[in-house]
C-alpha cells in the first residue's frame, strides 16, 4: 500500500516547471491546514465521473458500483438547470449521455441550462450506457449529498462554469451550508478550474478541501491561500520532479484520470496523494501491491 501524508505546512518557494510553463517564484507561507488529516489518509483511488469505465458516468449507480469497488471518492460534475438546479452531469449538453433527442427532439442542441429539473428528471441517463441502467436518471447535487451522508464513498464535486449558469458558486456554496449534516466530518471536496470561483467556495465553506484542476496560466505562488491540492492532467507524461515542486509549495498532488495499471504504479511512486480512474477495482488492486 502506498501512503501519503496530511497538507504540509510549507514555504512557497522555488520555481516549478510543468508542461513547459515556468511558475513564479514568489515566496508566501502556506496556511496550517484546515480540514481534518482524516480527509487525506492514504493514496486515494478516485471514481472519474462516478465510475464511468464500468457504469453510466455521473450516476449514483456508477458511485455504488465505484464505492463497492474500493473508490474512496466518486468524482461528479456540477451543473445548472434553466430554473437553477444543481444536477450531475459532465457535458453541457444532454444529447451524449441521455435520450434527450427522443423525448424532447425539437430543442437542439440540448443544453443543460435549457432544461427544468423536472424535464431533466424524465430523462434516461443509463441505458446509452448498458440495457442494464435503463431508466438510471441525472442525480441532482443533493442526492449525492444524501448517498454521502449514508456512509459511502466520499465525493469530489467538480463545479462546471459556463456564462449560462451565473450564479453557480453560490448556489453550490449555499446547498453544502444548507446540508452540512449529510457531509460533515465526510470526505468531501471541489474541484474547479477557476480560480476566482474557487476563492469563493473556499470563504463560504473553508471547512471542504479545495484542488485547482491545472495551472494554465503557470502561476502557484497564492494557490496555498485557498487550496488544498492541484490536479494534475496528463497522468501519463506527469514526472517525478513536476510532483515534488508542487508538493514543495505545501499542496497535495493529483494525477488522472488513467486506467492503466503501468501508468498507475509509476504515479504511485511518485508520492501522489490520489488517482482519478474510470474502474476502481483496478486501482484497487494496484494500491495492494
Known sequence: MYRSFGI?????????????????????????????????????????????????????????????????RCEFDVQQTKDQQLVLIHDETLARTTNVEELFPDRSPWRVSDFTLAEIRRLDAGSWFSPRFRNERVPTLQQALEML????????????????????????????????????????ALQSFDRQALRKLHRAVPDVPILLLGAD??????????????????????????????????????????????????????????????????LRDVLRY
Open 149 to 188: 451522508g449514508k456512509g459511502r464513498a466520499g465525493l469530489l464535486l467538480e463545479i462546471k462554469h459556463s456564462p449560462r449558469s451565473p450564479g453557480i458558486d453560490n448556489r453550490v456554496a449555499a446547498e453544502l451550508l444548507q446540508n452540512r449534516d449529510l457531509w460533515e466530518g465526510r470526505r468531501l
Open 217 to 282: 496560466n503557470g502561476q502557484l505562488s497564492d494557490v496555498a491561500d485557498y487550496a488544498d491540492a492541484l490536479v494534475l492532467p496528463h497522468a501519463a507524461r506527469l514526472t517525478a520532479g513536476q510532483v515534488r515542486e508542487v508538493k514543495a509549495r505545501g499542496l497535495r498532488v493529483y494525477a488522472g484520470p488513467t486506467d492503466r495499471p503501468q501508468v498507475q504504479r509509476r504515479l504511485l511512486s511518485f508520492g501522489v496523494d490520489g488517482i482519478m480512474t474510470g474502474v476502481p477495482a483496478r
Open 8 to 72: 504540509a505546512a510549507a514555504l512557497l518557494t522555488g520555481t516549478a516547471l510543468l508542461g513547459g510553463t515556468a511558475w513564479a517564484s514568489v515566496a508566501s507561507p502556506a496556511r496550517p491546514p484546515r480540514v481534518p488529516r482524516s480527509h487525506f489518509t492514504h493514496a486515494e483511488n478516485i471514481a472519474h465521473r462516478a465510475g464511468s469505465g464500468v457504469a453510466p458516468e455521473n450516476t449514483i449507480a456508477a458511485c455504488a458500483r465505484a464505492s463497492a469497488s474500493g473508490a474512496d
